[in-house]
């Protein structure tokens, strides 16, 4: 088959319109991030060198793969005719994509909210404890785990035998010796889901311990002191002094944790393969592009997750710059 270019003509323009609004989107984050600044020539000739090789990686590694999942999420499953919109059309009405949705929804909400609670409360209790360090480093474990090797653990705990049989799965044991009947913890919606979200929980928790731990550490001790002059007690401590105290960093830990769960795949894949209701957006993003020879919609996915992502990150990096700008 020949090139013509009359027929690309469309999906060329597309593609111009692409990378023309990722440009725009790149441009804008950089300027929210160093707005204000000026800098002088040199000093733009310099940053301009530095930044070079990791801008010809980030166009090959990232702006030219944003344009083309965004070229074939306007495509069929074979990636060969347009179809426009009717990709995100079906992404809003199929039943089990909604599902999709709906998980994600789940994960986004409950994920990173219970994964720092756990952690700043952990940070707190252990804090100038007798055995703070290996309380510390007990929690953080998870964290050298990957999120499959994690979900495999956890699977073992969920595991289900019959009643009859010897119970291998922790969680259905605990059940039987208090009178219960064992059950498959992973086949009931949208319990499986939530149970599937413990697994991040148990994972981040430590991330979010550690990093909480050094910013409640980095409270001055002359507030402290003065706030237990006062006599000052512990809920009152915490809510006027701790919380707000290492509140920027709490949103940092919360969005990069935000962040980690929209992308969240392993732990799906390896527990349940996206079955019984579980699917998430990258999963299934995984499972329409490869599975189902659905490029056009693994392609929509990928695309609805990247606009999710971008303004968690935009929070990101105006917090990491104002945190700079308090501790100069």
Same mark, same amino acid.
């Given at each position: 088959?020949?090139?013509?270019?009359?027929?690309?003509?469309?999906? +060329?323009l %597309?593609?111009?319109? !692409?990378?023309a609004?990722?440009? *725009?989107?790149?441009?804008?984050?950089?300027? #929210?991030? =160093?707005?204000g600044?000026?800098?002088?020539?040199?000093e733009?000739?310099?940053?301009?060198?530095?930044?070079?090789p990791?801008?010809?990686?980030?166009?090959?590694?990232?702006?030219y793969?944003?344009f083309?999942?965004?070229?074939l999420?306007?495509?069929?499953g074979?990636?060969?005719?347009w179809?426009g919109?009717?990709?995100?059309?079906r992404?809003?009405t199929q039943p089990?994509?909604l599902?999709?949705?709906?998980?994600? +929804?789940? %994960?986004?909400?409950? !994920?990173p909210?219970l994964?720092? *609670?756990v952690?700043?409360?952990?940070a707190l #209790?252990v =804090?100038?404890?007798?055995?703070?360090s290996v309380?510390?480093?007990?929690?953080?474990m998870?964290?050298?785990?990957?999120?499959?090797?994690?979900?495999?653990i956890?699977?073992?705990i969920y595991?289900?035998?019959p009643?009859?049989?010897?119970q291998?799965?922790l969680?259905?044991?605990?059940?039987?010796w208090?009178g219960?009947?064992p059950?498959?913890?992973?086949?009931?919606?949208?319990?499986?889901?939530?149970?599937l979200?413990?697994?991040l929980i148990?994972v981040q928790?430590?991330?979010?311990m550690?990093?909480?731990?050094a910013?409640i550490?980095?409270?001055?001790d002359d507030i402290i002191e003065a706030?237990r002059?006062?006599?000052?007690?512990?809920?009152?401590?915490?809510?006027?002094?701790?919380l707000?105290?290492?509140?920027p960093?709490?949103?940092?830990v919360l969005?990069?944790?935000?962040?980690?769960?929209l992308?969240?795949?392993?732990?799906v894949?390896?527990?349940t393969?996206?079955q019984?209701e579980t699917?998430?957006?990258a999963?299934e993003m995984?499972a329409?592009a490869f599975r189902?020879n659905?490029?056009?919609?693994g392609s929509?996915?990928?695309v609805?997750?990247?606009?999710?992502v971008?303004?968690?990150?935009?929070?990101?990096?105006r917090?990491n710059?104002?945190?700079?700008e308090e501790q100069?």
């Amino acid at each position: 088959m020949g090139f013509s270019l009359v027929e690309e003509l469309p999906k +060329l323009l %597309w593609m111009v319109i !692409g990378v023309a609004a990722f440009l *725009a989107v790149i441009g804008a984050l950089l300027f #929210l991030v =160093d707005a204000g600044a000026r800098k002088s020539r040199v000093e733009w000739w310099q940053a301009t060198l530095f930044l070079a090789p990791a801008l010809i990686l980030l166009f090959l590694g990232l702006v030219y793969p944003v344009f083309r999942t965004t070229l074939l999420s306007f495509m069929d499953g074979q990636g060969g005719n347009w179809v426009g919109l009717d990709n995100y059309v079906r992404m809003f009405t199929q039943p089990e994509l909604l599902t999709v949705l709906r998980n994600t +929804l789940l %994960w986004v909400l409950f !994920g990173p909210v219970l994964a720092t *609670a756990v952690g700043l409360l952990y940070a707190l #209790l252990v =804090d100038r404890r007798r055995f703070e360090s290996v309380a510390k480093s007990l929690v953080f474990m998870p964290m050298a785990i990957s999120f499959v090797g994690a979900s495999i653990i956890w699977k073992f705990i969920y595991a289900y035998r019959p009643a009859e049989a010897e119970q291998i799965g922790l969680l259905n044991q605990i059940i039987v010796w208090f009178g219960g009947e064992p059950r498959l913890w992973l086949l009931e919606t949208p319990l499986n889901t939530l149970l599937l979200i413990v697994v991040l929980i148990w994972v981040q928790a430590g991330f979010a311990m550690v990093v909480l731990s050094a910013a409640i550490k980095a409270i001055p001790d002359d507030i402290i002191e003065a706030a237990r002059i006062d006599g000052t007690g512990l809920w009152s401590h915490f809510w006027n002094i701790t919380l707000p105290s290492v509140w920027p960093t709490l949103t940092v830990v919360l969005i990069t944790i935000s962040v980690q769960t929209l992308k969240v795949f392993d732990i799906v894949r390896t527990m349940t393969g996206g079955q019984y209701e579980t699917s998430v957006i990258a999963n299934e993003m995984y499972a329409q592009a490869f599975r189902y020879n659905e490029l056009g919609m693994g392609s929509a996915l990928a695309v609805f997750l990247f606009v999710l992502v971008i303004p968690l990150v935009i929070v990101q990096m105006r917090t990491n710059r104002r945190l700079r700008e308090e501790q100069r």
